[in-house]
């Protein structure tokens, strides 16, 4: 069964510095999608950043860029430049395609100004 | 706005009741879930639609019925409340069946509080 883990259960970093999250995955799959997810204060879930596992360039979107080791089954994503507004909960999640997105328990985020 | 619509947003049951959290989309999604978020536990799958007429349970099924009652709308009952079911859900679409290309769509939540 697919599984997602994120070890650290909460992060912290000086705005405009940068932070790196953590997760791990285990799947019997060779092709399937990761996803982080942000969840500010508002509860709504947010995209932020996906990724083919079929693609080895890893995935970036504007500060938010991840480290996709399939070997290693590890996606981390790193923030640069933190923004007060980067605060809140993330979360990792990995969809194999034919069964539906599963999570990890999560990393809150805060940003020390 | 299109999007995943949910009602209610907030609810208070007492233990016992029963209510049903309504979902609807207007992506023209195939597919449909419902996950349940609790503190430190992430988001847990309750039940998903592949498309209309087909449910399966998901990781935590048990206390829930869920009703696909067209492409549209997806419907989720606690027939007997119980605290445990003390919860933030949240409903989601996506497109291409389960296929994540153009990701989940979720909803804003329902935070239910069974007293």
């Known amino acids: 069964a697919q599984t997602v883990t994120q070890s650290q259960p909460e992060m912290s970093v000086q705005e405009a510095e940068t932070v790196t999250l953590s997760c791990t995955y285990d799947?019997?799959?060779?092709?399937?999608?990761l996803f982080w997810y942000k969840q500010p204060p508002s509860r709504q879930m947010i995209l932020v950043i996906r990724?083919?596992?079929?693609?080895?360039q890893n995935a970036t979107e504007n500060r938010f860029s991840v480290n996709f080791q399939k070997a290693a089954k590890s996606f981390s994503l790193k923030i640069s430049d933190s923004q007060l507004g980067d605060a809140a909960m993330y979360f990792c999640?990995?969809?194999?395609?034919?069964?539906?997105?599963?999570f990890g328990k999560g990393t809150r985020l805060s940003v020390i100004a | 706005n299109a999007g995943v619509t949910q009602t209610p947003k907030f609810q208070v049951l007492k233990t016992g009741q029963s209510m049903t959290l309504q979902c609807a989309q207007d992506?023209?999604?195939?597919?449909m879930y419902w996950y349940r978020q609790d503190p430190g536990m992430g988001l847990r799958l309750i039940y998903y639609?592949?498309?209309?007429?087909?449910?399966d349970k998901g990781e935590v099924p048990n206390g829930y019925n869920v009703s696909r009652l067209n492409k549209r709308e997806f419907s989720l009952r606690l027939e007997s409340a119980a605290p445990s079911q003390t919860s933030v859900y949240f409903c989601?679409?996506?497109?291409?069946?389960?296929?994540?290309?153009?990701?989940?769509?979720f909803g804003s939540g329902t935070r239910l509080t069974v007293v």
């Open positions: 989601a679409s996506s497109e291409v069946g389960q296929g994540p290309f153009g990701g989940y769509t």
């Open positions: 799947t019997s799959e060779s092709d399937y999608y």
């Open positions: 990724q083919e596992a079929y693609k080895q």
């Open positions: 999640a990995m969809d194999e395609g034919n069964t539906p997105l599963v």
């Open positions: 992506m023209n999604h195939n597919s």
């Open positions: 639609s592949a498309s209309e007429g087909t449910t």
